[in-house]
Each structure stands twice: as C-alpha cells, then as structure tokens.
C-alpha cells in the first residue's frame, strides 16, 4: 500500500514563486506524476519523474528524491489561472503499475 | 477530437434508479478507471480494467458496477443510485507506452435526488 501526503491549500501572489511538496511511502517506487485540476475539470498531465532530480519545462518544475520518498512541484512567475488544485500521484510496480493519487492541494493566486 | 469521452455529461437521477454512465477512448489504451470525486477531496478509484477479460475493484466500489465491453468503452452502472453518489465521475486510460501516465475524461457531474 501507499501513504501519500501533501498540503491541503496553498496561497501565493501573483509573480511570485511557489513550491508545492509531496511526501509518499510506498514498497515498490516506480514513478511520481503531477497533475494540474482545475475546479470541476479533468486532471490533466504536467510532469513525470522516475529518476532523481529536477525536471523542468517552462514556468513548471518537478524535483524528485526516492531515497527520501519527496517530491515537489514548483510553480515560477505565477498567473491567476495557476489557481487550480495540483496533485501528486505514484506509480507502483507491485501494483500493476498504476497510480495512487494524493489528496490534491488546492493553490489560490492572488493579485 | 477528444481521446477520452464520457457520457452523459450531467445528470440528475432520484434515489433508488439505475442509470448508466459510459466511456469511450481513441487512445488505444488497454487499461481503463472509474474514479470518484468529491468537492474538494481527492479522486478515489472505484473499478479498473487492466484489457476486456479484466475487471477489478478499487477502494469504493460497492453500489458500483462496470462492463468492459470493447477495449474502446468502459462503463459504469449505480444499480440503485443513493444521495450520497452524489459526485463528479471521471473516466481514465492508460498504457504503458507512456509510462502508464493517465489520461482522463471530461467528467459527468450526477446529481441523486
């Protein structure tokens, strides 16, 4: 089974920087997903980490250590349709290879 | 076009009736999933299909039930529906040619009464 852990809300201003952590324990490590979900929407796909270290595209940055099951999502020069809620999901091989999703945390950009 | 589609989009049903949400997928992808969302909370898997001959269930899947009936469609049935399945209903896909990243549907928003 798997523990995944993240914070329920987040509150940043718009321009700056935030950095969204996900702790997780898990048996059988075999990836880390972020998905972005905005409020009555689908979940949709912003990074993928299977190996250590940070991974980056565009204004997204995903940072991943296994040895220390933590994961983060950094958000550069936030916009106000940052706000949505990000959430960090695990694949485990004893699993299938499927993925277990955290509780989402939910960001609100303010001007 | 979209890859993932689910129908209906929205629907209000009364307590105590059957009703049938469906999904479709061009992916290709073998695996499918229902999942569950309440406001605010997290998604909750309810079945899952690894190909046509694979049904399995998730964390909540009593008062659900689900037919794989092609690898293209995927449906989930409330068998006698109850206030509190209240909930968005998400459909997803995946395949391990994209490293089993899953690719979810638009959502049907069902309302019981």
């Known amino acids: 089974g798997q523990n995944i852990d993240q914070p329920t809300e987040m509150t940043a201003t718009e321009g700056a920087i935030v950095q969204i952590n996900c702790t997780y324990q898990?048996?059988?490590?075999?990836?880390l997903f972020w998905y972005q979900q905005h409020a009555g929407e689908a979940p949709t796909f912003l990074s993928y980490n299977v190996l250590d270290g940070l991974e980056e595209k565009g204004r997204f940055s995903s940072f991943l250590s296994r040895s220390k099951g933590y994961s983060y999502l950094l958000l550069k020069e936030l916009q106000m349709k940052d706000s949505a809620s990000y959430l960090c999901a695990v694949r485990e091989v004893g699993a299938g290879n499927m993925l277990t999703f955290g509780g989402g945390t939910r960001l609100m950009v303010k001007p | 076009d979209a890859d993932v589609t689910q129908t209906p989009r929205n629907r209000i049903t009364k307590t105590g009736k059957r009703i049938m949400l469906e999904c479709s997928q061009t992916?290709?992808?073998?695996?499918m999933y229902w999942y569950r969302q309440d406001p605010g909370l997290g998604l909750r898997l309810i079945y899952y299909s690894f190909d046509v001959k694979d049904i399995n269930k998730g964390e909540i899947s009593d008062g659900y039930s689900v037919s794989r009936q092609a690898q293209a469609k995927f449906s989930l049935s409330l068998e006698s529906a109850i206030p509190n399945q209240t909930a968005l209903y998400f459909c997803a896909t995946s395949d391990y040619r994209n490293s089993y990243e899953q690719y979810f549907g638009p959502g049907t928003r069902l309302t019981v009464t």
């Open positions: 992916k290709g992808h073998d695996r």
């Open positions: 898990t048996s059988g490590f075999n990836g």
